[in-house]
Structures are given as structure tokens and as C-alpha cells.
């Protein structure tokens, strides 16, 4: 049996020194973020990072993120950072940013996936934060999910599928964020955005002067085609349902083009913002919040995703939004649970 840690409404969280000890002795920990959850374990433990992947059925060249509570273990794992790298992280830390560095070798392979650099966050969650401060090492965390499904924003959501691989659960409620992190890698001197996240391109030229976005954020890779971020290449966030998300820029075109496509099936839903709910008809529709509230939307997606297939519809149609500040990761999202079927009118 598992430990369960209910810190939900609670300001004391000393019951997570019981949950630093099994990272520290290398079991694995389900834990929040202020993003969204992570399957957690020693970063600097080999063994025990070996079965995340195991209880994620994770592709062993998919590098894991290592999850810190301040500088000095910055210090420890990663090497020859620039000032501008400094600035990033001062700007953006503790915070839903991360960044990718020049690894140091007491890094095991099984969290790089054998990769020469690192990706390391300071989360800003206060109950992540304690755990890693407890657990006195940086915490190799990937999303709260079974490899291919939409990540954990909340203990139930995932309760079926990991809680028997772990040893223990820490409940914070709903994750604030509600959508991963931006990774950031600084290539020639230029911040590139390899998965956007809460922290937008603007936020980051705000910073640094430039941003990049990585082509790869949107288009579908080739066979064999090389990637900056092996995470890029795999399935992720989609339901088993048919689904396809359309956009336009004019709300008319957008909800008639939704319209059309749901008259072709039988039993469509559609994920619609609150304010386009009443112009579906009789078509079962979830909210996915105001379409003028991006931050409600990226909060609410990954639950929405996963709640759609137990609905059995034949397509799920998905209203965009523009890519736009934090619509660049909704969409990102989006697209991929989407598997790249995409209608723009
Ligand atoms: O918000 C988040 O980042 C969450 C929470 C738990 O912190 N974690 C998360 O981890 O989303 P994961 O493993 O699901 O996604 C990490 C992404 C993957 O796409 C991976 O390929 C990429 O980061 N990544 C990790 N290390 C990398 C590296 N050295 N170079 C390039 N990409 C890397
Ligand atoms: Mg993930």
C-alpha cells in the first residue's frame, strides 16, 4: 500500500518529510506543481529514475526534467552557464520555465537519456518546493501521466492509472497552471523555445531582447527527422477519440465551420468555450472555459481531454484559439491531442 498526503487547504507541510525520505531511498513520489504533476524520484539515483519510465511506459531516449529548490543545486548539475542563461532563470524562476544546460556528470544517463545537456526548473508551487527541500536532492519529475495520455492537473484524474505504481501521493488539488512547463534552450546566444508554456515568447524577448520558436512546435516530423527535444517526436495528449480542432480568427466562421463538421457524425461532442456553448444545438458540448480567459482554458484542458472518451463520441471537435501569449501552448496541445488534424477557416 501507498502513503497518501492530503495537503489540500493546508498551510503545514511538515507530513512531507515521510515523502522526501522514499525520494531520498529511491521510491517514487506522485507530487504537484504549480504546472502539473510529476512522477517523481531521486534525480541523482539511477535506479530510481530508471522506473519512472517504467511506470510511465516512457521511450527511454525521452529526457526527464530535474526539478530543484535553489541555486546550490543548480550548481551541481549543471556547468558553464551563460550570463544570459543567469537572466533567464532570475527572470522566470521559481516559476513554470525551464531551461536546458550543460549537464555535470554525477547526472545518471537515465535522466538525460544519454544527451550531453539537462533541463532543470524551479517549480514555484510551495508544496513541490518542500518536497524537493526534504528530499535534499534535485527530483527527476516528468508529467503525471501515462506516456501518450493528456498529463495530471488533479489526484483523481490519474488516481487509476499510477497510484498502484508509486509509493506515494501528495494531493494539492488543482494545478494552477494546468499546462507543462515552457522549455527553453539558449542556441547561439538565442532563447529557443522548444514547448511553449505559461511563460509566452513576449515574456521571454522581454528578457532577453530575442526568442525563437522551434519549427517543430507546430509541424509534424518527417520520418527520421532530428529534434532539439526527443519529447517532440512522441504521441501525446490524445484521447482514443477521433478529434479535430478548428479555428478562425472570426467567431461566425468558427462556430458555423463546427456546426458543419458535427452534422457529418453521429454522436460528435464538441469542447467549446462557455461564451459558443448555446450555439451548438442540441450537440453535447463541454465547456473549456471563456475563450476570453486563456488562463481558464490551459487550467481546465488536460481534464477536459481526459473525461471526452468516456462521451464515446465519433469526432471531438475542438474549438482554437489564437496562438497568441499563452494560446501558442494551448494550441501546441491542442494540436498534438488532435494528432495534427487541424481545420483553419
Ligand atoms: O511543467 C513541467 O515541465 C512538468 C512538471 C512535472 O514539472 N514536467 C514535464 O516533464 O512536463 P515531461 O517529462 O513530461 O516533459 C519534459 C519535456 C520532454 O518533451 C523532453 O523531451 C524535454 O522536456 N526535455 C527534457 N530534457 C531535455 C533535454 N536535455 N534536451 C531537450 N529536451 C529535453
Ligand atoms: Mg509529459
Known amino acids: ?40 524520484a531521486n534525480g541523482l539515483n539511477e535506479n530510481a529514475v530508471k522506473k519512472i519510465y517504467v511506470a510511465k511506459g516512457r521511450n527511454s531516449d525521452n529526457p ?11 550548481s551541481k548539475i549543471a556547468t558553464n552557464i551563460s550570463d544570459l542563461e543567469y537572466k533567464l532563470m532570475n527572470a522566470f524562476w521559481p516559476g513554470p520555465f525551464t531551461i536546458i544546460l550543460n549537464r555535470k556528470k554525477v547526472v545518471p544517463n537515465a535522466v538525460t537519456a544519454n544527451l550531453e545537456t539537462i533541463g532543470i526548473r524551479m517549480p514555484s508551487n510551495k508544496i513541490a518546493q518542500e518536497l524537493i527541500s526534504y528530499a535534499g536532492v534535485p527530483i527527476a519529475a516528468p508529467s503525471a501521466n501515462i506516456s501518450g495520455k493528456p498529463s495530471g492537473t488533479n489526484i483523481q484524474d490519474i488516481f487509476d ?18 499546462l507543462e512547463s515552457t522549455v527553453v534552450r539558449v542556441i547561439d546566444g538565442i532563447p529557443t523555445i522548444l514547448r511553449p508554456g505559461k511563460i509566452t515568447p513576449e515574456q521571454i524577448k522581454n528578457v532577453a531582447g530575442i526568442v ?11 520520418e527520421n527527422e532530428k529534434v532539439l527535444s526527443p519529447g517532440m517526436k ?11 480542432l478548428v479555428y478562425s480568427k472570426d467567431n461566425n466562421l468558427l462556430v458555423n465551420k463546427i456546426n458543419e463538421i458535427a452534422v457529418q457524425y453521429t454522436s460528435p461532442l464538441i469542447l467549446s468555450s462557455t461564451e459558443n456553448k448555446a450555439f451548438y444545438g442540441d450537440t453535447l458540448v463541454i465547456d473549456i472555459g471563456s475563450r476570453f480567459n486563456l488562463n481558464e482554458i490551459a487550467k481546465n484542458i488536460f481534464a477536459v481531454l481526459r473525461k471526452v472518451d468516456s462521451f464515446n463520441p465519433d469526432i471531438v471537435i ?19 491531442a488532435c494528432e495534427y488534424n487541424y481545420v483553419e477557416v
Not at 11 to 38: C, H, M, Q, R
Open 161 to 178: 492509472e499510477l497510484s498502484s505504481k508509486v509509493d506515494c501521493i501528495v494531493d494539492g488539488g488543482n494545478c494552477e497552471v494546468g
Open 1 to 40: 500500500m501507498n502513503k497518501y498526503i492530503d495537503l489540500r487547504n493546508k498551510n503545514d507541510f511538515s507530513e512531507l518529510e515521510y515523502a522526501g525520505n522514499i525520494i531520498k531511498s529511491g521510491g517514487l513520489v506522485l507530487f504537484p506543481t504549480e504546472t502539473v504533476y510529476g512522477l517523481g
Open 234 to 244: 512522441y504521441r501525446h495528449y490524445a484521447p482514443n477519440s477521433k478529434c479535430v
Open 212 to 222: 525563437k520558436i522551434d519549427k517543430h512546435i507546430f509541424s509534424k516530423l518527417e
Open 64 to 74: 526527464l526534467i530535474l526539478h530543484i529548490s535553489n541555486m546550490d543545486m543548480l
Open 318 to 336: 475542438i474549438e482554437g484559439v489564437a496562438q497568441e501569449g499563452l494560446g501558442l501552448a494551448i494550441m501546441n496541445r491542442l494540436i498534438r
